[in-house]
T-cell receptor, first 114, second 113 residues
Framework: AQSVTQLGSHVSVSEGALVLLRCNYSSSVPPYLFWYVQYPNQGLQLLLK??????LVKGINGFEAEFKKSETSFHLTKPSAHMSDAAEYFCAVSKGQAGTALIFGKGTTLSVSS | DADVTQTPRNRITKTGKRIMLECSQTKGHDRMYWYRQDPGLGLQLIYYSFDVKDINKGEISDGYSVSRQAQAKFSLSLESAIPNQTALYFC????????????FGPGTRLLVL
């Protein structure tokens, strides 16, 4: 069965610092992996996705993630945090074949201080 | 995403009442989903539908039912609401040709007293 574990429910960084949000997955089939962001009082917005093409995936707002099969990881990074990055971030894996429902991690809240 | 709308946006109801949450989309997607979000638990899948005639239970379907009235409409019902169904509910859509990417509505905040 597919599952996702996000390490750290809360991450705090200073403005300009590196952002690293960790995600490990378990999947019985080649996974499709996603990162979504949720700003306060809003729905989820797709940041980036891995669909078996390039292992380094670039997304919106300067974020990127690297798929590492050997480590079953899909960590999200951004070189320099901005105050506007403060939000909750969710990692997700396809439930089964591509196009099926998603299994979400429990989320990581990112705080950015000036 | 304005292409996926949910009504109502906020709702307060009492234990035992029947309530329906509605979702409409103009994206032309064939697949639709209902999730609930609870603090610290992420999103949990309630039901999903791959087309009008295909309805599937998710991880936490007990106490919920759904109706896919048309390709663009997917409703979630709580037959007899209970307080632990207080949560934020999201509808999402996807295109079967788009490798799993889902697009979310703004959410419905439900409080069951």
């Amino acid at each position: 069965a597919q599952s996702v574990t996000q390490l750290g429910s809360h991450v705090s960084v200073s403005e300009g610092a590196l952002v690293l949000l960790r995600c490990n997955y378990s999947s019985s089939v080649p996974p499709y992996l996603f990162w979504y962001v949720q700003y306060p009082n809003q729905g989820l917005q797709l940041l980036l996705k891995y669909t078996s093409a390039a292992t380094l995936v670039k997304g919106i707002n300067g974020f990127e993630a690297e798929f590492k099969k050997s480590e079953t990881s899909f960590h999200l990074t951004k070189p320099s945090a901005h105050m506007s990055d403060a939000a909750e971030y969710f990692c997700a894996v396809s439930k089964g074949q591509a196009g099926t429902a998603l299994i979400f991690g429990k989320g990581t809240t990112l705080s950015v201080s000036s | 995403d304005a292409d996926v709308t949910q009504t109502p946006r906020n709702r307060i109801t009492k234990t035992g009442k029947r309530i329906m949450l509605e979702c409409s989309q103009t994206k032309g997607h064939d697949r639709m989903y209902w999730y609930r979000q609870d603090p610290g638990l992420g999103l949990q899948l309630i039901y999903y539908s791959f087309d009008v005639k295909d309805i599937n239970k998710g991880e936490i379907s007990d106490g919920y039912s759904v109706s896919r009235q048309a390709q663009a409409k997917f409703s979630l019902s709580l037959e007899s609401a209970i307080p632990n169904q207080t949560a934020l509910y999201f509808c999402a859509t996807s295109d079967s040709r788009d490798r799993g990417t889902q697009y979310f509505g703004p959410g419905t905040r439900l409080l069951v007293l």
